[in-house]
């Protein structure tokens, strides 16, 4: 598909064209002119015969070709899939069976509730109800197998990792994102990719902390500054910026100085008169680079009829407009002086404080591969540390005897004000443990999508039962968020905050024994290439951030009240009923309306 969409963009006049224009042309050619031909073979043919067929015959001819040619093409592919099913000794994934016709209820539900459901709560109540973790959404007869079970993702991104690749479908929708960066790339271009990129993530150079220091010394600054003035701080926002400067520094070589722009102000609170404007330059390319996200996820969402909502616009071009505006000239640049570096013949070698872009240079010159390879890292690198060190802070917020020992092995190891080395960082055990607890419940990235790309099975999570057959060029999509909070993997305390789980007896019981449980960097092959930068930043951050404070609060009056969790969900389950903010996800998890908090200064500072 990913294919036919760009020769439709290669034919002169179509690359002015919406994807919903492409979709419904695609549509045209594909299904209307094959039925208006048989038409036409049928009444030609008739004529020939001496038949003249009237004309309310072949109007409804017309009408009826396009509808019953899908009903033959679903049964007929239906019935080829159960029977390679049982050729393999296996039974279909069970499915979601809603009250309407392509389960277009459950799929409406899943639209109109995203807003105020919470995370994951169509996936969970629909494995809870068919009793599998592993299940067919069947949305508008399409399969989209949904799993949570370690086996089954495990298959899929490490022992038959072949068989599963990111694929044309999610290719469409990110594309005019993510170009074909490593995260929306297969085979030998992703290799590619992946290549290029991966000598940059050595040790010594992500030991390297002195962006993240300066980065760190101007946030805490600007916290201390607003928390003097008795007001709250939205985290997310601020940590944001802090994971922003510093990637676009270690990546591009320039800081976008989001950290220098006004913080916003609370909800009910005017913003004072001599106060910046919000809306910066560097505030404008965060948000712009957040609405692209929006984009590709809500063509997710949607499955393969997202170009319907997209007849008279890309959603992505305005904002990727603004974000392109932002990194052209950085990427440009970068080519010029490796050019002008060669025409000197200075010998421009790899240093560990160079930027990814000037490593990337001497590999390529090609302006579209270095944009797509440095946007998507910057995608990949700079929402995922910010997510986990919001529900970092969160989760401290509200387990202040878990704070509290935090502070203690940052005291003893680190001391009041020294800044932390590596080796500080790989020595403490409770905070590794307070970040995995938090990326086990709030992974960055909580559902992932991959395509088979030939028929397979899946060994069943019942053992008694048949295996399951996965059909070549299924959409298999799968939740770690929801995996990482079953009871039966994890223990009955599953739901709860409780970081001796990756230190106690607990371990060896349950993560150790089978470590596919836990998976927030994802496995295999595609793993994730910054995990070691990310627990150094992440690390760095909240023993600066506990060096200077020594207590939070969540400040929920700070924030929109229309952000806020639903009376409802205090009725519900799990976590849901505890929950004080509404974690949603695009690519990357996040707190709807950002996460509102108050610190108290550490005194012997
Ligand atoms: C808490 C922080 C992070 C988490 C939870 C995380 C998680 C992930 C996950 C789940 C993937 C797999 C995506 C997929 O295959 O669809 C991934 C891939 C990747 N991550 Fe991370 N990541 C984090 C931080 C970072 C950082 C800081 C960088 C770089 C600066 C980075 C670079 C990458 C790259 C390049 C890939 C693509 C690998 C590939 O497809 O071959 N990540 N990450």
Known sequence: MGAILTDLHAIPGMSWKTPGVVYLTRWVLSVLLPCACLVFIVVRGSSFAGLSLPSWLVSTLLLVCAPLGFFVYITFGETAKRRRAATSGARMV?????????NLDVLMHAVNRAESDYIGQL?????????????????????????????????????????????EKFYETAVSVLGTGVFNSDGETWKHHRTMTRPFFNRDRIGHFDIFDRHADQAV?????????????????????????????????????TL????????????????????????????????????????????????????????????MELVNAFLDPIIQDAIEKHKRSENLEVKDESADDEALLDHLVRL????????????????????????????AIYLLA??????????????????????????????????????????????????????????????????????????????????????????????????????????????????????????????????????????????????????????????????????LPPAEWAKGEGRQAIERFRPRAHLTLYAKGGMWVKMGETESI
């Open 398 to 563: 509200l387990h202040p005897e878990a704070l509290g020992r935090l502070r203690e092995e940052i005291i003893t190891k680190v001391g009041p004000t020294r800044r932390p080395t590596y080796d500080d960082i790989r020595e403490m055990k409770f905070l590794r443990a307070v970040l995995n607890e938090t990326l086990r419940l709030f992974p960055a990235v909580p559902f992932n999508v991959r395509e088979s790309v030939n028929d397979t099975i899946w060994s069943s999570p019942n053992p008694e039962e048949k295996p399951l057959f996965i059909p070549a060029g299924t959409t298999v999509t799968y939740s770690v968020l929801l995996m990482h909070r079953r009871t039966d993997l994890w223990g009955p305390d599953a739901q709860e905050f409780d970081p001796d789980r990756f230190l106690d007896e607990r371990l060896h019981k349950y993560l150790t024994k089978n470590p596919f449980i836990f998976m927030p960097f994802n496995a295999g092959p595609r793993i994730c290439l910054g995990q070691q930068f990310a627990y150094n930043e992440m690390s760095f951050m909240l023993i600066r951030l506990l060096q200077n404070f020594s207590s939070i609060s969540l400040a929920p009056d700070a924030q929109d009240p229309a952000t």
């Open 123 to 167: 996936l969970q109540t629909c494995t809870q109800d068919i009793g599998s973790p592993t299940v067919n959404l069947w949305f508008l007869w399409e399969d989209i197998i949904v799993t949570t079970e370690p086996n089954h993702v495990k298959t899929i991104l490490a022992t038959d990792f072949h068989n599963y690749i990111k694929g």
């Open 260 to 319: 220098s722009a006004t913080l916003p102000y609370p909800y009910n609170i005017s913003k004072p008169a001599d106060a910046l404007d919000e809306d910066s330059t560097p505030q404008t390319f965060a948000r712009a680079f957040s609405e692209a996200q929006h984009g590709i996820a809500r063509r997710n969402m949607v499955g393969q009829t997202w170009p319907l909502a997209e007849i008279f616009a890309d959603r992505t071009a305005k904002p």
């Open 364 to 391: 390529t010159t090609d302006g579209v591969v270095l944009k797509d390879e440095v946007l998507n890292i910057l995608l990949a690198g700079r929402d995922t540390t910010a997510s986990t060190l919001t529900s």
């Open 221 to 257: 600054n600007l916290m201390k500054e607003r928390f003097r003035s008795g007001l709250a701080i939205d985290f997310q926002d601020l940590i944001s910026r802090f994971t922003l400067d510093s990637a676009t520094e270690f990546l591009c070589g320039h800081d976008v100085h």
């Open 94 to 102: 069970p499915r979601v069976r809603g009250r309407w016709l392509g």
